[in-house]
């Protein structure tokens, strides 16, 4: 990878670990903030914040793995398969955080979050059979030489 390539990887990896440390934070006020925040459905409110957090959390490791990887000129293997399928999972569940909060404050915007991330949960997924593809043609080639 090229050096401006690696600079790249290495800004993208310190605003992942600043947006983790902002969740984090937020995880701590949401108690303080919630009589601001939520007039109705309170502990629903409580629990999708907390639910959304925690998926975002995993999901911003996940993609900090897959960028370090690609950063260090590994972009095809199989630990980066397994990244992608998490992430897959992680918008998937954060998909269904999003259902279970519509069902008691509808909005458009929920809708739309909800598209959005069923679209990413489609897009990862896809990735991650790609990227499996390659590693198998990757490791024959490996073994050929």
């Known amino acids: 990878m090229k050096n401006s390539g690696k600079k790249t990887a290495g800004a993208l990896s310190i605003i992942l670990l600043i947006?983790?440390?902002i969740?984090?934070?937020?995880?701590?006020?949401?108690?303080?903030?919630?009589k601001y925040m939520f007039?109705?459905?309170?502990?629903?409110?409580?629990?999708?914040c907390y639910t959304?957090?925690?998926?975002?959390?995993?999901?911003?490791?996940?993609l900090r793995k897959l960028i370090l990887s690609v950063r260090d000129g590994n972009p095809f293997v199989r630990r980066n398969v397994t990244s992608l399928k998490r992430l897959s999972l992680a918008l998937a569940l954060l998909m269904a955080d999003f259902i279970?909060?519509?069902?008691?404050?509808?909005?458009?915007s929920?809708?739309?979050?909800?598209a959005l991330l069923l679209l990413g949960t489609l897009c990862a997924r896809v990735l991650a059979f790609l990227i499996e593809r390659a590693a198998e043609y990757r490791e024959e080639i490996d073994l050929t030489v």
């Open 39 to 48: 007039s109705l459905y309170v502990v629903q409110n409580l629990l999708f």
């Open 19 to 21: 947006c983790m440390g």
């Open 110 to 114: 929920k809708l739309l979050c909800i």
């Open 100 to 108: 279970f909060i519509f069902c008691f404050v509808p909005s458009i």
């Open 23 to 34: 969740i984090i934070a937020l995880f701590a006020a949401t108690p303080f903030l919630a």
């Open 52 to 62: 959304a957090g925690a998926l975002s959390l995993w999901f911003l490791y996940e």
